[in-house]
């Protein structure tokens, strides 16, 4: 049941958290998807020859790199990329803008960009909760007979929580802490 779910396709539709959380990009993709981060805004009005040629790479791997972040082609990237950073302006979301902390950035600048960069990820968050995908997750959790959560490290905390609420409410619930389980 909870496989025909993830199946079904749960999507989180932020393309430009795709880029950023992508761990299978091939050195050529990667090297895309960092210039693609850094210049977000300006990639909205350049052709797939210009990002090839400012990346060193070949319009094969602009066209690949579309297609590893679920886009037919450039074009759909472009359209889907300009029409997210409408939506991250409307709320206000500043996960375009340059937040790294640099060696030289004054102790001012560090406790602001640490402030935007928490900020920014509770928006995110925020964005990435739709009522459908909330709705099925509730649904894959009263139909499961058993619930298996995985955690490790910085997530443990989250699941122990999670872990004790269903316990609570008489689920049968497992928390594996090992990381050779997950």
């Known amino acids: 049941m909870i496989r025909k779910y993830l199946k079904g396709g749960i999507k989180l539709h932020s393309i430009i958290l795709t880029i950023r959380d992508c ?38 791997t602009v066209a690949r790199f579309c297609k590893k972040i679920n886009c037919a082609n450039y074009r759909e990237f472009v359209l889907k990329l300009a029409s997210e950073l409408k939506s991250f302006s409307d709320i206000q979301l500043g996960i375009v803008e340059d937040t790294c902390i640099n060696e030289d950035d004054s102790l001012e600048s560090i406790i602001s960009k640490t402030n935007q960069l928490v900020i920014d990820a509770i928006k995110e968050t925020s964005m990435m909760n739709q009522i459908e995908y909330i709705e099925k997750v509730i649904d894959m959790i009263d139909n499961a007979s058993d619930i298996d959560i995985y955690a490790y490290d910085y997530s443990l905390l989250v699941a122990q929580d999670i872990y004790y609420k269903l316990n609570h409410l008489g689920r049968n619930v497992r928390l594996n802490t090992f990381p050779s389980l997950q």
Request: hydrophobic content about 25%; proline content about 0%; overall charge neutral.
């Open 23 to 60: 761990t299978k990009f091939s050195d050529s993709e990667q090297t895309i998807a960092d210039y693609v981060l850094k210049n977000t805004l300006k990639i909205t009005q350049m052709r797939s020859e210009e990002v090839a040629k400012n990346t060193y790479t070949s319009t094969s």
